[in-house]
């Protein structure tokens, strides 16, 4: 069935797997999601700071092909025209194949994420979505300088004859690098997927009505 052509139930049940990945992170920082493709990607913006750990106080945008996504212009510090993101489904920019997006969080630490869909399928109505997968490594913590100035701080942390050592062990508090809590994860995309359960019954009741002759 061609994708424009499904019903509103359909469309809206529609289901991607992403996974995301913090570029040039070593060892690489990684996500996977299960997410409606009927989601905005202000949405999907939502899902991946929910589960990379981060605090929504910085820019972002999305990059597909050569387009640009992000927020409105009255709340965008930056000079780029981009497109609005919360107008934008993110089934109207994947292929039924696999589709790579660019995402950028924070303009100046620029943490680089490559996310990557694939099987996009019609999903079980009766399970929440988005819902957390899987992943390994903890994100680094926000403003600490990108990925090199993250490094930077690891290594003085590991050691103990570092001149800035005690300085980062107390910044860094009980942050560990190799382990993360996904409880906050599964916690946040659950609320997602309560916001969407009115609108997924609406459509449900309407697709079982019959139509009138």
Known sequence: MNRSAKSAFES????????????????LIWREVEVPTSITLK???????????????????????????????DEDWGTEPRFEAAKVRLRDVV??????IDYLYDFGDSWEHRLTVTNIRQGDP??????????????????????????????????????????????????????????????????IAN???AVRVRLAKKKATPSPD
């Open 126 to 191: 009766d399970r929440s979505c988005p819902r957390y997968v899987g992943g390994e490594q903890n994100a680094p913590p926000e403003d600490c300088g990108g990925l090199p100035g993250f490094y930077e701080i690891l290594s003085a942390v590991a050691d103990p004859d570092h001149p800035d050592h005690a300085e980062m062990v107390d910044w860094f508090d009980d942050y560990a690098p190799d382990t993360f809590d996904d409880l906050p994860i599964k916690y946040t995309l659950g609320r």
């Open 43 to 73: 949405v999907l913006h939502d899902v991946i700071q929910a589960v990379m750990g981060w605090f929504d106080c910085h820019l972002w945008e999305f990059t597909i092909g050569e387009r640009r996504y992000g927020l409105p212009p």
């Open 12 to 27: 809206y049940n529609e289901i991607a797997t992403i996974r995301i990945e913090l570029v040039d992170s070593d060892p």
């Open 95 to 100: 292929s039924s194949g696999s589709t790579t």
């Open 195 to 197: 916001q969407r359960n």
